[in-house]
């Protein structure tokens, strides 16, 4: 499949400039029609099989789908909603003391703050570096992680399209002894991904952006030389091995960060949408992605926020007026989103073309 095939299985691409991937992508037929037929096959061939043992069996299609597109084994996989979800089971599953401190980031989604303020009102610390220009400042990082017992960023801003040098920063974090969980949703889809390279001890992700999968169908990775360090408050039958028994011993693996029953939908649009992304090929995704980027980047002059140089298919551009921008935009058929910070920001994806970027830039 190249580019061009997968841009005509995207329904939306036919009435829109579809330019926000980067908050969430537009599915191909194919991983709608995949979410339809297991949901239709749950509900109807009721009498042809075990409903749960049907929907483990595509829960494990899944995680391993998951695994295969990220470097990982089955068993470090956990079936989550989304990252925020993945997110915020870590959080609560550390036995935290007040005093205990936290690190992250001024480029981390809500998703990446949220689980630690809360977290705050119980004492935990929580540090936030401030990262000029998207770019971790490794010295500061350095001397804000020394005494740390976690550590949350992201291997790509969503506030300036940069690239972080995720395997740096765990091997700094855990040389002061802190654990290390990495967002990835803006990477996971658009660029390759081995977690094991990172080292990270938890990576989260949703399939519902770069993936162009379903709402509702993300993962976390939890390094196995790690999962001891966690113990989840949230916990159903699927996250023990023994339900029905008087103890209560987790899963030795990431499934302990499943919880009870869930729609298996989603995570049949997941398969689909991954197998259609490496149909394409990463390296072909990358390639125009730095294509069309380039374009863009080009165009936007003196505006750029993002760096001029191919990180990312997230291109943050200011506005003078980002509300009326938007309008226009909206107007013109272009779905683009405006930033905390008031800048724009477009998301180019492989199925993006050159005509859709110079309409961008002839309203910038």
Excluded at 271 to 297: F, P, S, Y
Excluded at 340 to 362: C, I, K, M, Q
Aim: glycine share 8%.
């Amino acid at each position: 499949m190249d580019p061009a095939a997968l841009r005509a299985d995207i329904p939306a691409c036919e009435s829109c400039a579809y330019l926000n991937t980067g908050a969430s992508g537009p599915s191909p037929r194919s991983v709608v029609e995949a979410v339809t037929e297991a949901q239709r096959r749950h509900e109807f061939d009721v009498c042809a099989t075990d409903h749960y043992t049907a929907a483990a069996d595509l829960l494990e299609e899944a995680r391993a789908a998951v695994a295969d597109h990220v470097g990982a084994r089955p068993a470090d996989i956990a079936l989550v909603a989304s990252t925020g979800d993945g997110i915020s089971r870590v959080a609560n599953a550390i036995d935290w003391e007040p005093g205990d401190r936290v690190v992250n980031t001024d480029l981390e989604h809500p998703s990446g703050v949220l689980p630690w303020r809360r977290l705050a009102e119980q004492g935990v610390e929580v540090t936030t570096l401030s990262c000029p220009e998207g770019r971790l400042p490794m010295d500061a990082y350095r001397e804000a992680v020394a005494d740390a017992k976690l550590v949350c960023l992201s291997s790509e801003s969503w506030v300036h399209g940069t690239r972080l040098a995720v395997e740096r920063a765990v091997e700094v974090a855990h040389d002061a002894g802190a654990l290390v969980v990495v967002d990835s949703v803006q990477t996971v889809g658009q660029h390759p991904i081995d977690v094991t390279e990172w080292g990270a001890d938890v990576v989260c992700a949703s399939g519902h952006k770069w993936l162009l999968g379903p709402w509702g169908a993300g993962f976390t990775y939890v390094n196995p030389d790690s999962i001891d360090s966690f113990r989840p408050r949230h916990i159903g039958y699927r996250s023990v091995t023994e339900p029905n028994g008087e103890g209560l011993e987790y899963h030795p693996d990431a499934s302990r960060f499943e919880v009870s029953t869930t729609s298996v939908a989603p995570y049949a649009g997941l398969i689909e949408a991954i197998e259609t992304i490496e149909a394409v090929g990463l390296e072909a995704v990358e390639a125009r992605i730095e294509r069309l980027t380039d374009r863009l980047k080009a165009g936007l002059a003196g505006r750029l926020v993002s760096p001029r140089e191919y990180e990312s298919g997230l291109v943050v551009f200011e506005a003078d007026d980002p509300e009326t921008f938007l309008a226009r935009a909206d107007d013109a058929g272009l779905v683009v989103r405006d930033l905390p910070s008031g800048d724009v920001r477009a998301s180019v994806h492989a199925f993006n073309t050159a005509a859709e970027v110079d309409r961008l830039l002839e309203m910038a």
